[in-house]
């Protein structure tokens, strides 16, 4: 193998510019954080409605919810990144279209954080009906039979349960937002993933490169697993669920 | 709405047959790395819960860095790495091919495991004490009935590599998505062409996982 190694290549400036590459990783893994995490707070928010709607009685309300999750499942991630950034501006008023294509302020990152976010909200909502499925009937039954209404047993009695259950298997959705954020390079949001291809290309260092974005992508899922490792701690009801790992 | 009567379907007709050859290798990226992944990610497995220590770690150490990474900086990594080993510059789509079949295996490998442990023990000591070897009681006993009961998840982890395998859009390889990119490009109408593979990619992952539900009722786990 003929490669030139030079691990002093993060301190050295960037052809053309005052920043050294360390910057530009930086900035990427700003980026990375702020896709992720936005996106993370859309998903929790869409995805628990919609999974909770799966599970309503009304045909119609389920029917919409179903709907949405399929939408979302079954087209690529990537391929959702281009519908948001190339058609949806075109579906838009005449006036509104313009606006999005010339005037809307971090144009990348809002659609690259509601893309990925509708994305894992569908994947949210899958777990969340798991969660609420994996009660057992006679908890419906019991909110019912004190005299809550449906929505107060959903509220008091099925969802605090359902997200103590569902938080082993969000802790992985946690971990994937962050990989899957690496999409949103296709659009032009300068994360992690696109300061690698950039600063590869510019430095031509790559394996420094990629080792360096790779050990940042390491310590965000494990930040992320641990975050929620605590949360599954705090939030345990004792003698119910016996996870701890 | 003036957008849907602004949409000019006139133009995927001529596109097709150009089209046609991104689908036919995001169908065969996708087959390879299939195949090619459960066998590697069986082998895996075996090797996960090998009693040879090192054997087990060294392969929960390669199965877990690949579950830890993007999967497209796996894709750039290789891209890079590859011509670096060999010596020889390696096209986008033989280098996506290789990164798919290594990367899936960690995935299917997870899945082969379950697999594997779903079959009751009593079944590897039944096989042994009517003097199976251990390759006799794995082919014969243990690893048909996994693969059996792991149908359904070995399916929906296709559908997801299915999905996934549009990232070779990152080295330039020319599959589906990239062939609607070209063709939007030359046409001058890219909303059409990507609206048109949305669709492609919609069908096919719906159509497989309505398979995958009518599969799973068909196959109950027998212990």
């Known amino acids: 193998?003929?490669?030139?190694?030079?691990?002093?290549?993060?301190?050295e400036q960037v052809k053309g510019g005052d920043e050294t590459y360390l910057n530009w990783l930086f900035t990427g893994l700003g980026w990375t954080l702020a896709v992720a995490l936005s996106a993370w707070l859309i998903a929790l928010a869409i995805g628990i409605v919609i999974g909770t709607l799966r599970t309503a009685p009304s045909k119609g309300l389920a029917w919409f919810a179903t709907t949405w999750v399929e939408l979302f499942r079954n087209i690529p991630l990537l391929v959702q990144m281009f519908l948001w950034f190339f058609v949806v501006p075109e579906l838009l008023p005449r006036e509104w279209s313009l606006w999005v294509k010339q005037d809307l302020p971090a144009k990348e990152f809002i659609t690259a954080t509601l893309c990925l976010g509708l994305f894992t909200s569908a994947r949210v909502a899958e777990q969340v009906r798991a969660g609420i499925q994996s009660l057992s009937r006679g908890q419906t039954m019991a909110g019912l039979a004190v005299g809550f209404t449906l929505a107060q047993t959903y509220r008091y009695v099925i969802l605090p349960m359902a997200f103590r259950i569902i938080i082993p298997p969000l802790t992985s959705e946690f971990m994937n937002i962050f990989k899957n954020s690496s999409v949103a390079f296709a659009i032009g949001v300068m994360e992690l993933t696109f300061q690698a291809r950039q600063m590869q290309e510019d430095s031509e260092q790559g394996i420094e490169t990629y080792l360096a974005v790779t050990v940042l992508y390491f310590i965000c899922a494990f930040i992320a697993n641990r975050g929620m490792a605590f949360l599954e701690q705090r939030t345990r009801v004792p003698g119910f669920i016996a996870s701890a790992k | 709405m003036s957008f849907f009567t602004e949409l000019d379907v006139s133009v995927i007709a001529p596109s097709l047959p150009f089209l046609w050859t991104g689908l036919k290798?995001?169908?065969?990226?996708?087959?390879?790395?299939?195949?090619?992944?459960?066998?590697?990610?069986?082998l895996l497995a075996l090797a996960r819960l090998s009693p040879f220590s090192p054997l087990a770690m060294a392969a929960s150490w390669y199965v877990n860095?690949?579950?830890?990474?993007?999967?497209?900086?796996?894709i750039l990594w290789f891209f890079l790495i590859i011509p670096l080993i060999t010596g020889y510059p390696m096209g986008a789509e033989t280098s996506a091919i290789i990164t798919f079949t290594a990367f899936e295996a960690a995935y299917y490998s997870e899945i082969m495991r379950a697999g594997i442990q779903s079959v009751p023990r009593g079944q590897v000591f039944a096989g042994q004490a009517i003097g199976m070897t251990y390759a006799q009681t794995m082919g014969h006993i243990v690893l048909p009935q996994a693969f059996r009961n792991m149908l359904p998840v070995l399916l929906t982890q296709t559908i997801i590599l299915f999905q996934d395998t549009s990232l070779v859009y990152a080295i330039g390889a020319k599959d589906l998505l990239k062939a609607a990119e070209i063709a939007g490009k030359n046409y001058n109408r890219p909303v059409e062409m990507y609206i048109f593979a949305a669709l492609i990619y919609f069908v096919i992952c719906f159509s497989l996982s309505r398979l995958v539900k009518h599969l799973q009722s068909r196959i109950a786990i027998i212990r």
């Open chain 2, 25 to 42: 290798f995001t169908v065969t990226l996708t087959l390879i790395a299939m195949s090619g992944g459960i066998i590697l990610g069986t």
């Open chain 1, 1 to 11: 193998m003929n490669y030139h190694w030079n691990w002093g290549i993060f301190l």
């Open chain 2, 65 to 74: 860095l690949m579950r830890s990474i993007p999967l497209l900086m796996v």
